[in-house]
C-alpha cells in the first residue's frame, strides 16, 4: 500500500538555489495538501489543490509554487531558496474536505527534510 | 479565530501509568476532530476522526473522547512503543467555501519502561 510518495528523503540547497519536492498519491483522492512543520510550530499549510488544474493558497504561500496537472501528482517548487525555507515538509491528500462525513481524513507522506544554507 | 490547543506540550509517563492527552478547540460549527500519531522522522498517521459531542473512539490503549470544546486522548496501561507526539485538528473555514485542518502543537509523549 504504497498511499501518499514524497521524493526526495533529504536535500540540502545553496541560497538562490530552486527545487521541486515530488508528491504522488495513488488513493484516487481529489484533494492533495503540501504542509510545512518546524520545531515547535505545528504543520502549517503552503499550497493545496481540490482536483486537477485547481490550486490555492494556504497560510504561508510566499516563496512555493505548485501545480495539479493529474489527479495523482502535486508537485511543491521552491524558488530562491532561502534559509526561512528550511523546513520538514509533508504531502498529504484526501477524499472529501470539511465534510461532516467520513473521507475527509488526511493521509501524509513520510516528508521531505529540506536545509537552506 | 479558529484555534486549536494541545496540553501538556510534553509528558513522561511510567509504563503502565495511564493519563490524558488535551486538545481543546474554538471552531465554528465543527466538521470533525482529528488526533494523529507522529513519530521522530515520520509524516503524522491517522488514528481516529470524532464528529460529535459524547462519541468516544478506541484504538488498542489509546481512547478518544469528544465535548463541545475539548477531546480527550487517554492512554490506559502505555508501553513504550506509545511514545511519539500525538497532534490534534479541527477543520476551519478558509473561504471560498473550503476548509483547511488547523493543528494544534502536539503533546509529546515519552513512556519509560
Known amino acids: 500500500n504504497a498511499g501518499v510518495t514524497q521524493t526526495p528523503k533529504f536535500r540540502i540547497l545553496k541560497i538562490g538555489q530552486s527545487m521541486t519536492l515530488q508528491c504522488t498519491q495513488d488513493?484516487?483522492?481529489?484533494?492533495m495538501y503540501w504542509y510545512r512543520q518546524d520545531p515547535g510550530m505545528g504543520l502549517k499549510l503552503i499550497y493545496y489543490?481540490?482536483?486537477?488544474?485547481?490550486?490555492d493558497k494556504g497560510e504561508v504561500p510566499n516563496g512555493y509554487n505548485v501545480s495539479r496537472s493529474t489527479t495523482e501528482d502535486f508537485p511543491l517548487r521552491l524558488e530562491l531558496a532561502a534559509p526561512s525555507q528550511t523546513s520538514v515538509y509533508f504531502c498529504?491528500?484526501?477524499?472529501?474536505?470539511?465534510?461532516?462525513?467520513?473521507?475527509?481524513?488526511?493521509?501524509f507522506g513520510e516528508g521531505s527534510w529540506l536545509t537552506v544554507v | 479565530e479558529d484555534q486549536v490547543t494541545q496540553s501538556p506540550e510534553a509528558l513522561r509517563l511510567q509504563e503502565g501509568e495511564s493519563s490524558s492527552l488535551n486538545c481543546s478547540y474554538t471552531v465554528s460549527g465543527l466538521r470533525g476532530l482529528f488526533w494523529y500519531r507522529q513519530d521522530p522522522g515520520k509524516g503524522p498517521e491517522f488514528l481516529f476522526t470524532?464528529?460529535?459531542a459524547g462519541e468516544e473512539k478506541e484504538k488498542e490503549r489509546l481512547k478518544a473522547t469528544l465535548t463541545k470544546k475539548e477531546s480527550f486522548l487517554h492512554i490506559t496501561a502505555p508501553k513504550p512503543e506509545d511514545s511519539a507526539t500525538y497532534l490534534c485538528a479541527v477543520p476551519a473555514y478558509s473561504g471560498a467555501g473550503s476548509y483547511q485542518l488547523t493543528f494544534g502543537k502536539g503533546t509529546k509523549l515519552s513512556v519509560i519502561p
Open positions: 488513493m484516487n483522492h481529489n484533494y
Open positions: 489543490s481540490v482536483g486537477a488544474g485547481i490550486t
Open positions: 470524532l464528529y460529535s
Open positions: 498529504a491528500s484526501s477524499y472529501r474536505q470539511g465534510s461532516s462525513q467520513s473521507g475527509n481524513t488526511i493521509y
